[in-house]
């Protein structure tokens, strides 16, 4: 039982000032049987009194019914993700802490809900209340916005964008009429943003005409405290944003959440298109607190590179400072069109859409001087297309390649490397070096990172695809822009292309072919190791025979896993994962349907459909 004698606020408890038209009355036993008996008659379609029952109540019930909300049952679905990440949660942690701390005893829960209506905090001082709040899901990560619960006060004050107090048999589901809740709404202070409601909640017949009045004073505590916080931190940017216009004449922007300032050259520069993705892509750059730099292809053609200041105080980053340098245009790389067709690169061979695709952006942000990182799997190419890309352009210049494996022997030199304004440099598998070493590369590369001559020496580093080791990000932080090399098996109508250089490499001009049926094999394997596998393939096969036509009967015992037709790359894809599952369980098919969460008959039909054939020296059961 929760009967318990009544408890009301005292008004000097939280020192009130006068609040004139926010005091409500609660429900006497009469207007609450009247009430319950008006909602019966609503759910009943049957014709209600509106004096009976306030406008927006009766509204609220409407929009309730509308979205089809249970009136019967409570059924919040599943906890938000995230929700205790809140900005608006940190800056009334303290204000809630010292409620709950005046309100200890009494039978009153105070509610911080976000503008969805998720509960982000509750404190409550009574385990009676505490126990029926967590009996009827008004929790912290669950949802009270109507279109979930129905007409409370939480809801209905985001759906009227104003306060709100929903007292008993108002409430729409059933289990809510012991209950009575006034909520007011939290705006940010300068911008009037809603960024949430806060609520108190407490036993219907404990309801007290200053709730509401209660509600609305912590409000706006909680907004003074906004208003403190943004009032600092955007003092801090206007500074930070007026010292980068006076050190520097290019395009300057300023963003925060609620404020956006560029100068004149930046709003001669930016088509206004070009402003919102621009902004965008900052915007999340200068989330992770560290400056960065990137660089934003823009929709009317333009590139542009992107310094991401950020300007904040203790309380944490609020914005920051953007100073934008327009690269080119498609139109303007050195007064010619970017290439649409296929490139002639002196050693990195494909005419692919995808791969033609990767080269031509590597190509792009060669011209613009800008450096990339080039992920992709062993074996891809990363090296060679970066090489033949900077050969194409610059065949004097110099590339050097510098492996992780070997960084003994060339970190020491490095700071010499990097003091050379001509030439590439390659820095492969940065993802393998040591964390240390990791970090003296980045301190190494961090005076040029942001250099604007044109001749500076061009970087690229290469990294396997998959998660991003921590102690490798600031390195990875240097390099504006990532570009997914694709597997072979991506653009599998490469391979014979592939074939043929492989062939007048290896053999200088030699007469050497291979059977349409030898070549529907190797364009039917999945290739593991990329082209260097195949490359090695090509070698086997030119040490037995230098001339002539290569079967079937030619090609190495070690060709993998065969499908029976060329894939698109989105089966490809897919095919990958079957494979891989295959490989991962010994072949067998129903523990590899497992491991894909998918049915045994899913897992025979596309084994069929793809033709997928695993080789039999493995032991694999096919």
């Known amino acids: 039982m929760d009967e318990r004698p009544g408890h009301s606020l005292d008004r000097d408890l939280f020192e009130l000032p006068e609040v004139v038209g926010t005091t409500v009355e609660p429900l006497t036993p009469e207007s609450s049987r009247a009430i319950e008996r008006a909602r019966a008659a609503f759910l009943a379609a049957e014709p209600v009194s509106q004096e009976l029952v306030r406008p927006t109540i009766l ?31 940190r800056v009334a942690e303290d204000i809630l802490d010292d409620v709950a701390d005046r309100m200890a005893g009494e039978p009153m829960s105070v509610i911080l809900c976000d503008d969805e209506g998720v509960v982000l905090d509750r404190r409550t001082g009574d385990s009676q209340l505490r126990h029926h709040l967590d009996r009827v899901w008004l929790a912290p990560g669950f949802s009270y916005a109507e279109s979930t619960i129905g007409t409370n006060a ?95 004449r290019g395009a300057i922007l300023a963003v925060s959440d609620d404020l956006l300032m560029m100068n004149d050259r930046a709003r001669e520069l930016l088509d206004p298109a070009d402003q919102t993705p621009l902004i965008s892509a900052a915007v999340e750059a200068l989330a992770s607190g560290s400056r960065r730099q990137i660089v934003v292809d823009l929709p009317s053609g333009a590139t542009a590179r992107v310094h991401c200041r950020p300007s904040g105080t203790h309380g944490g980053p609020v914005g920051g400072v953007l100073e934008v340098h327009m690269l080119s ?50 074996g891809t190419g990363r090296k060679t297309l970066a090489r033949a890309t900077h050969q194409l352009h610059h065949p004097a210049a110099h590339v050097r390649v510098l492996d992780a494996a070997d960084h003994r022997t060339w970190l020491p030199s490095l700071a010499e490397e990097l003091a050379e304004t001509t030439g590439g440099l390659i820095l492969g598998d940065i993802d393998q070096l040591p964390a240390a070493v990791a970090e003296e590369v980045a301190d190494a590369l961090e005076p040029y990172r942001e250099a604007t001559e044109a001749d500076r020496m061009w970087l690229v580093a ?3 695809p998959g998660d991003v080791d921590p102690a490798i990000r600031p390195l990875l932080d240097c390099f504006p822009r990532t570009i997914e090399v694709p597997p072979l098996r991506h653009h599998i109508e490469d391979v014979p292309e592939l074939v043929r250089h492989f062939i007048r490499r290896l053999t200088h001009g030699g007469d050497l072919t291979l059977s349409a049926e030898a070549m529907r094999v190797l364009r039917r394997n999945r290739w593991p190791g990329n082209v260097e596998q195949l490359s090695q393939v090509m070698r086997k096969i030119v040490s037995r025979r230098r001339s002539g036509v290569v079967e079937v009967s030619d090609l190495p015992t070690e060709i993998g896993a065969t499908v029976r037709r060329v894939l698109t790359p989105i089966e490809a894809i ?37 033709g997928i054939s695993m080789p039999k020296r493995t032991g694999l059961k096919t």
């Open 154 to 248: 939480i809801g209905t004050s985001l759906e009227c964008r104003g306060p709100a107090h929903v007292f008993g048999h108002e409430h729409y589901v059933d289990n809510l009429e012991r209950l009575a809740c006034a909520s007011a709404p939290i705006r940010h202070p300068i911008s009037g943003k809603l960024l949430g409601v806060l609520d108190l909640t407490g036993w219907a017949r404990d309801a007290n005409a200053l709730m509401m009045a209660t509600a609305m004073l912590i409000a706006r505590n909680i907004q003074d405290s906004l208003l403190d916080q943004a009032g600092r931190g955007e003092v801090a940017l206007l500074h930070d944003y007026l010292t980068a216009c006076h050190r520097n």
């Open 574 to 610: 897919e095919c990958d994962a079957i494979v891989n599952a295959l490989l991962e369980t010994g072949g067998n098919k129903a523990d590899a349907a497992a491991l894909l969460g998918v049915s045994r008959a899913t897992i025979y039909r596309k084994v069929r459909e793809y």
């Open 59 to 89: 509204a609220s019930w409407t929009r309730s019914a509308q979205l089809n909300v249970d009136p019967n049952c409570i059924d919040l679905g599943n906890e938000a993700a995230g929700y205790r990440t809140s900005s608006l949660l």
């Open 329 to 378: 245009r498609t139109s303007d790389f050195s007064g010619a069109d970017v290439r649409q067709q296929p490139m002639t690169l002196p050693t990195a061979v494909g005419s692919g859409p995808l791969w033609v695709k990767c080269a031509q952006a590597i190509e792009r942000h060669l011209i613009t001087g800008e450096w990339i990182v080039l992920s992709g799997e062993r």
């Open 462 to 464: 290469t990294m396997s």
